[in-house]
């Protein structure tokens, strides 16, 4: 079999689109067209250049994007197509993101009394630093485990504090409050911090840390986890997108990588549903000039 007689097999049978075949083969597009006797057409032309623009979004995302955030990424590159044609186009190219799976639990009920549930599954916020929520999660290394706990912003689904270590206690989460304290300069009295009743977050410890900051708590109810249910599902994109697709050495590579990608991907660069899309720096960025236009005005 010739290579032009392989490129032409993979379009009918496992239909790889001719460009990629010619790509990954390092030949020319107008050769292979030369060699089948007829000049692509435009249309052809621009299913190539469709097909590579979504292979390129799908691995700039690192694998984790479906049709409609590529969708989303195309648009705005000025590309007019239909999400299904984006779909077709993924399904041609054997494309598919990870299916979610469900984690285990380290929620253990504390035995000191918990704080109301000011959210009661109304998971947005007006404005950012209006309620936060929080959660724990365990991570595998070949070194043994590590422990993370986060804390987002409901308003932008911000990660703007996490921190890590061997064992999940309530310096761990604490450590978490600190950092999301810092990234927000200091000043976060009156925010509502929701999580679930575990014992960490019902400790007293973790209670002084939140009066100290003026932090209001608030917590959903016993073996729920839909009344966190976005702390839950942050933690699933985490594992999901990232921690289940490497493998970790060591605890200092774990905590390195994840850092790296919480700061540069995360916040920065991915694009979440519930923010119209946009990340969720830009979500806050958007939210802040359009606080600012009426003042101009």
């Known amino acids: 079999m010739t290579v032009a007689d ?19 083969l390092e030949v020319s597009q107008s050769w292979f067209y030369k060699w089948l006797g007829r000049t692509p057409t435009a249309r052809d032309e621009r299913r190539a250049d469709l097909a590579l623009a979504v292979q390129e ?19 705005e590159r000025g590309w007019r197509v239909s999400k299904n044609t984006i779909a077709k186009v993924m399904s041609e190219l054997g494309l598919a993101s990870r299916v979610r799976t469900r984690r285990r639990s380290l929620t253990r009920q504390g ?43 409901l308003h932008s689904r911000r ?22 304290a810092a990234t927000r300069g200091g000043d976060v009295h009156g925010v509502i911090m929701h999580t679930d009743r575990g014992s960490e977050y019902t400790s007293k410890i973790f ?17 729920s986890a839909l009344d966190n249910a976005v702390a839950e599902a942050t933690n699933s994109t985490l594992k999901v997108e990232y921690i289940h697709r490497r493998r970790f050495t060591t605890r200092a590579e774990a905590r390195l990588k994840i850092a790296t990608w919480i700061t540069d991907w995360y916040n920065l660069r991915r694009r979440h549903s519930a ?11 958007r939210h802040h000039v359009r606080e600012q236009q009426p003042q101009a005005a």
Request: glycine share 10%; charged share 25%; hydrophobic share 35%.
């Open 57 to 75: 979004v799908f691995d700039r995302s690192g694998g984790t994007y479906g049709s409609p955030r590529i969708h989303i990424e195309l648009r």
């Open 207 to 223: 209670g002084d840390a939140c009066g100290h900051l003026g932090v209001v708590q608030s917590m959903g109810r016993v073996g």
């Open 159 to 180: 990660l703007l504090g996490y921190a890590m270590d061997t064992r999940h206690d309530t310096e761990l989460v604490v450590g978490a409050l600190n950092m999301t």
């Open 111 to 153: 035995k000191r009394p918990a704080a109301p549930d000011l959210v009661r599954r109304k998971f947005t916020a007006p404005a950012p630093d209006v309620a936060w929520c929080g959660d724990m999660t365990e991570i595998v290394t070949d070194e043994g485990k590590l422990y993370l706990a986060t804390v987002i912003d």
């Open 275 to 285: 923010c119209d899309w946009l990340s969720p720096i830009d979500y806050e960025n």
């Open 6 to 24: 392989f490129i032409a097999d993979q379009r009918t049978s496992p239909q790889v689109p001719h460009a990629l075949s010619c790509r990954a």
